[in-house]
């Protein structure tokens, strides 16, 4: 018979016996107004991150077509393409990463408060 | 020709991959230490093995030969294959972890409720392994035999028992620190190259790659030709030739005029330092520094074409079977969001590298353009730059990183495929996942012994677009949008990964032709990833009785964070 595989947690504390945000978020409309609510909180640090991103990637073919010379631009000698694709553009998509892992995780944090208060 | 420390050091990552793998073998004894090493990967080592199974032989020797032959535009194939890790990041990566499904398949039938759904999402799991993991195989061969000699099956059926037997022995376990392992490999054996060539160049001047394709011979350069060529000779100059030009046999000294000239497969010709390089067309010229895609300008619509490689690459990273499987080994969504940023990170690192060798590529050895055989830039570069013992060791480091990337994106593959195969299709058990494995491990060597060549670039993109349309709007969807029916993920999957594949196999099969019939052929990406989201949402939304019952349970699982649910969520370890 095939079974699926679902996770366990590990390392989290055991609060057996303690109503947890699990509880709470299905119990009721208010609880499912606290989940709507993470969720697009979630959802937008997403596209906050996204956003720059698509920018990015989607503006600089575009504006090597209505610039047609952008190709044989050059940086103390050595060709703009070269420069942007083959470094240049990783460091900002980089520290958007890390950005979000922190914004993400603020944002987790601030919901647990939240759920605590209660 | 065969060069012993090229050999030495293909033999030495062979054993050291056998032997880590094999250590994952005494610990290993659990199904779930087989398929997930347990869950207890930290992040920086999950990963290097994320970054080191995703950087195949197309990131390690593809992109540098595809710049260096279409222009610094193919590098967007490197800037797409780091962003899908900034999108798989801020998407899926902690609500995926959190639902604790171990496969795509696993993810369709417990977010939708459709048993069926599953079948179908692991056909689709096993087509797009399969047919990613025959041109590793074919590279492994090709590569080995160029750079050391030997017939082609050697590094074939090398590869196939080496990923077999460390898969069916070792398992998730042992293949985690393998696949970290091989990523140090791989960045150290194209970093440290690229490095020693940029300070080898006598005269560095970037500028001039720009001019009409290719450049001179900056030294005497012998070129053999493997098939028959017509070339562009825009100046005369005085070759040694050996073998038929222009149908007349010639031995000894030749002036090649200005005009066109075939010369005949099996001739070499030695050109003299300083030579002005004939060219082969179509290579392209003036928009080889373009920062938009013209491939062989077969399109002729380059920012469209760009655009689909983007849209494919992006969206098609969070799809591979292959590195989803990997999500589940992070100890939670946290842990899976950190292992994210580190992979953006690493794999951002390695794609520093490929550019360098497609510019001194262009620079320093014209005769690739005139053999076609620029997608060996990186193995050959370091022998043509570098005299004596100095370039053996390079040429031996990069053998040594190809032939890592070859054994660790077909050990992702192959576990993807026998955890399919065990765990959705025969029931799961370690026993059924060590069958699998060696089937279908002897299957793809087989695949790899049979297929002559196949272009590795088309595969691995058609792996990428399918991906991209079916797989990444199924996630996006179910993860975000909690109206998505099994109807409609059953539309999408069939409508996107359908056109994909069809798109891809006529374009392969030659139709097409030339302008926007061969763009969206050739780069389906561009319309079937919002075909597949269309048909999701439009079939979601024609079926609202189909809604899964248990909704606000599954959004709860996949969205809110573990340390504030009550006692084990999820179910336990295994739940029928």
């Not at chain 2, 899908?84 to 899926?92: D, K, Q, R």
């Not at chain 2, 799961?428 to 049979?450: D, E, I, N, Y």
């Amino acid at each position: 018979m095939r079974q699926a595989v679902r996770a366990p947690t590990r390392g989290t504390i055991d609060r057996t016996g303690v109503p947890g945000g699990d509880d709470l978020l299905r119990r009721d409309e208010y609880g499912r107004a606290l989940l709507g609510s993470l969720i697009r909180a979630q959802l937008g640090a997403t596209v906050s991150v996204l956003g720059p991103a698509v920018l990015l990637l989607a503006l600089y073919p575009l504006l090597a077509v209505l610039v047609p010379g952008l190709g044989r631009d050059q940086v103390i000698g050595v060709p703009l393409t070269l420069v942007v694709l083959g470094g240049g553009i990783y460091p900002p998509l980089v520290a958007l990463g890390f950005w979000y892992v922190r914004r993400a995780e603020q944002l987790e944090r601030r919901f647990g408060e939240l759920l605590d208060d209660r | 020709m065969a060069a012993p420390l090229s050999v030495g050091a293909v033999v030495v990552i062979t054993v050291t991959t056998a032997v880590i793998g094999m250590r994952g073998m005494r610990v290993a004894r659990t199904p779930a230490d087989f398929m997930v090493a347990a869950r207890q990967v930290p992040p920086l080592l999950n990963a290097s093995a994320i970054s080191g199974e995703y950087l195949s032989a197309a990131s390690f020797l593809g992109i540098a030969g595809l710049a260096m032959l279409e222009g610094l535009g193919a590098l967007w194939y490197a800037v797409g294959y780091a962003t899908g890790y900034l999108v798989l990041l801020a998407t899926v990566a902690a609500p995926l972890r959190r639902f604790g499904a171990y496969t795509i398949p696993d993810f369709a039938e417990g977010r939708l409720g459709s048993p069926r759904l599953r079948r179908w999402a692991t056909v689709m799991v096993l087509v797009i392994c399969g047919f990613y993991l025959i041109p590793q195989f074919n590279g492994a061969g090709i590569t080995l035999q160029a750079t050391l000699g030997g017939p082609y099956w050697v590094g074939v059926v090398v590869l196939g028992v080496v990923v077999t037997t460390g898969i069916a022995s070792g398992g998730m376990k042992g293949i985690t620190v393998v696949q970290a392992f091989l990523y140090w490999i791989k960045v150290t054996a194209i970093a440290v190259p690229a490095v020693v060539l940029v300070l080898a160049v006598s005269h560095p001047s970037f500028g001039t790659v720009d001019g009409p394709a290719p450049t001179t011979f900056t030294r005497a350069t012998l070129v053999r030709f493997p098939g028959t060529t017509r070339m562009d000779v825009s100046r005369p100059v005085t070759v040694r030739a050996a073998g038929t030009v222009d149908g007349t046999r010639v031995h000894g000294a030749l002036t090649l005029r200005p005009g066109t000239q075939v010369v005949a497969a099996g001739t070499s010709l030695r050109f003299p330092a300083g030579a002005p390089a004939p060219t082969v067309s179509p290579v392209t010229g003036s928009s080889w520094s373009s920062p938009l895609l013209h491939l062989d300008g077969r399109h002729g619509h380059p920012l469209a074409a760009t655009y689909g490689v983007l849209l494919a690459t992006v969206f098609g990273a969070m799809g591979l079977p292959h590195i989803l499987v990997r999500f589940y080994t992070n100890r939670d969504g946290q842990a899976a969001r950190r292992t994210t940023a580190f992979v953006l990170l690493l794999v951002s690192t390695f794609y520093l590298f490929p550019a360098v060798f497609a510019v001194l590529g262009r620079m320093e050895a014209p005769a690739l353009y005139l053999t076609g055989q620029t997608d060996s830039v990186v193995l050959v570069l370091p022998r043509i730059m570098v005299a004596g013992l100095g370039g053996e060791v390079l040429a031996a480091l990069v053998a040594a990183g190809a032939f890592a990337a070859f054994l660790s994106t077909s050990s992702g593959l192959l576990i993807a495929m026998a955890g399919a195969l065990s765990h959705d299709i025969m029931g799961w058990g370690v026993r059924a996942f060590r069958l699998s494995a060696l089937v279908l491990g002897m299957l793809v060597t087989g695949a790899g012994l049979l297929v002559a060549s196949v272009p590795i670039n088309v595969l691995v993109g058609w792996a990428f677009a399918v991906a991209a349309s079916s797989f990444c709007p199924l996630l996006l969807l179910g993860i975000w949008w909690p109206r998505l029916t099994r109807v409609g993920a059953m539309w999408g999957l069939a409508l996107g990964g359908g056109t994909s594949s069809l798109a891809v196999v006529a374009s392969m099969a030659g139709f097409g032709g030339t302008g926007w019939s061969a763009l969206l052929l050739g780069e389906p990406a561009i319309w079937t990833v919002p075909v597949a989201f269309a048909a999701m949402v439009v079939g979601s939304l024609l079926t609202p009785g189909a809604v899964p019952a248990n909704l606000t349970d599954l959004l709860v699982t996949m969205h809110l964070p573990e340390r504030l649910r009550r006692g084990p969520v999820g179910g336990a370890e295994q739940v029928g």
